[in-house]
């Protein structure tokens, strides 16, 4: 057998042993709440210990992380040493396991994830391959995995239904346009990218730019993006191509579409750039924060926009379908940051709105203990006494006492007099869209030294020391948007929907459909009930 074939049969086995892991976190979840169920009983109606010690299935549990450890022994040593084998005396109960579990799924990802770079090193051409940093790869430089190289809409079948649709092929909506897009260089743009070429798009026609998160597969999307054509650019370069956009004589013809996450396009327009508002035929945007930042350009601009923004943020099907897989995201990768669970851990949220009320849902099914909610808005901090949190009145007396502090408002929450208040060990987390939530500066400068935070080998953020005391503040992805550090955001299906929306909005751009210049913060409901959407998503998905 040559290496690439002992490598992939690596990597088969640990894809193993992690659903293994999964299949076993369910039925320690489904325990988890049977037995505090249990609890709310009668002590005559309670069933039977030994049936609980039975439902446990420690000898299952044992076997399994004996073979994971004698695995690991093989092929990847150094992580076998670091491999804690639970003794029977350690298993207390379904949460003890459970964390277990999740720090042992940590660290078969990152086995798998050296086991699929050096595939792909081997694979590459001879001038390619670079020697791996092992060290480094944590959760991020993931490859495609080959069953998406194969059919990029396998998982987004909702995507793949609507840039199927003949007439629309055949009327090539986006034939001799120029698109420029900011999106997340998550997996989800390679079919969203292809369904626009589906439709006529020319891949020389279009620009990506990306954002500085540290995406997990951000090589590989960005380096399969440049193979069929398309230019590539970090966000720092729009204003240098909206300059080029606007002098090029071989340009000028050519009418623009925008695509955006976060308001950093439009705005630039109406700001710098104001020649080329007369060839826009519009934009989408799917971000409040990217609302917000275009509402504050207009009030000190005397400008007004010219064309239609398509706001995704205000869709109903967004509101009502998202937020919850966006609450479970925050709380499952910050769990897989710290190598740990939340169960019994003081969190405070700073933001109550629709993210942050599913973040408070996610912490509650983990048992973790919500020791206060601060909001500017009173009406959601009725919202969350109705929930059974506790409210404050500011920020800062809202992270006195907690472990992990979480913005979640869209804006700046963690600022100079929370960071004043946190306690030594303190965690700070975004749940925002953008590097918004915490004043990162004003840590800098109160810090008598900073260090990187790793866990595991990983980078999963900045520990900043701060005097007096040296009180230590954990940075969990260095204040970036916790849901975007090497993992993906949402669940396939989530993002499917998403990305669909997008897309029938930029389509619908294009058509004798006439949306009136500004921000229009219906249209999407319109454009999903023109095309059924969440109909479609129901019998895409129905085997699921």
């Known amino acids: 057998m040559n290496k690439t074939s002992d490598l992939n049969a690596i990597a088969k086995q640990l894809r193993v042993f992690m659903a293994d892991i999964d299949a076993f976190m369910k039925r320690l979840q489904l325990l988890r709440d049977e037995i505090e169920d249990q609890k709310s009983l009668p002590k005559s109606k309670q069933k039977d210990p030994a049936y609980l010690d039975n439902a446990m299935a420690l000898v299952e549990f044992r076997d399994f992380d004996l073979r994971c450890h004698q695995f690991l022994e093989n092929s990847f040593p150094e992580i076998a040493d670091e491999w804690h084998l639970t003794r029977v005396d350690e298993v207390v109960g379904p949460k003890v396991v459970l964390d277990r579990f999740l720090t042992k799924k940590v660290k078969l990802i990152h086995a798998l994830n050296r086991v699929n770079v050096e595939i792909h090193d081997l694979n590459a051409s001879p001038d390619k391959v670079k020697k791996t940093d092992h060290a480094h790869s944590g959760f991020f430089d993931e490859p495609l995995y080959p069953e998406f190289i194969e059919d990029v809409f396998h998982k987004t079948p909702l995507l793949n239904y609507y840039s199927n649709d003949q007439a629309l092929k055949n009327r090539k909506p986006f034939a001799g346009r120029k698109v420029l897009l900011v999106l997340h260089f998550l997996r989800d743009l390679i079919p969203f990218m292809e369904g626009l070429i589906r439709l006529g798009l020319e891949p020389s026609n279009a620009v990506l730019f990306y954002k500085i998160y540290r995406y997990p597969q951000k090589k590989a999307v960005s380096d399969w993006l440049r193979a069929k054509g398309f230019t590539v650019e970090p966000t720092e370069n729009i204003d240098n ?304």
């Open 241 to 544: 191509v909206l300059e080029e956009l606007a002098s090029d004589p071989a340009l000028g013809s050519l009418q623009i579409l925008l695509v955006e996450d976060g308001g950093f396009i439009v705005p630039a327009i109406l700001e710098k750039h104001k020649r080329l508002a007369s060839r826009v035929v519009g934009a989408v945007e799917q971000t409040t924060r990217g609302i917000w930042n275009i509402q504050e350009i207009l009030k000190k601009n005397v400008n007004t926009l010219s064309y239609p923004v398509l706001s995704i943020p205000m869709s109903q099907l967004k509101r009502e379908f998202e937020p919850q897989y966006v609450g479970r995201a925050v709380v499952r990768n910050i769990q897989a940051l710290v190598g740990g669970t939340l169960t019994g851990s003081s969190v405070t949220l700073l933001g109550f709105g629709t993210i942050g009320q599913a973040i408070a849902d996610s912490l509650k099914s983990e048992q973790a203990k919500i020791v206060a909610v601060y909001d500017k808005d009173s009406t959601k901090l009725l919202k969350a006494q109705q929930m059974g949190l506790a409210w404050v009145d500011s920020a800062a007396e809202a992270a006195r006492d907690a472990k992990f502090v979480i913005g979640c408002s869209g804006n700046r929450s963690i600022d100079s007099t929370v960071i004043a208040e946190l306690r030594h060990d303190a965690y700070l987390v975004s749940a925002s869209s953008e590097r918004y939530e915490i004043d990162v500066e004003e840590l800098e400068k109160r810090a008598s030294s900073h260090q990187e935070f790793r866990i595991q080998n990983r980078a999963v953020g900045t520990d900043y020391f701060l005097d007096p005391g040296k009180r230590c503040i954990h940075l969990l992805a260095d204040g970036y948007p916790i849901n975007f550090w090497g993992m993906n955001s949402m669940p396939d299906e989530a993002s499917d929907l998403v990305m669909t929306l997008i897309f029938l909005a930029v389509v619908d751009l294009t058509t004798d459909v006439v949306f009136p210049p500004g921000i229009q913060e219906q249209a999407i409901n319109e454009i999903a009930e023109r095309h059924k959407v969440a109909r479609k998503f129901l019998e895409v998905y129905k085997q699921n």
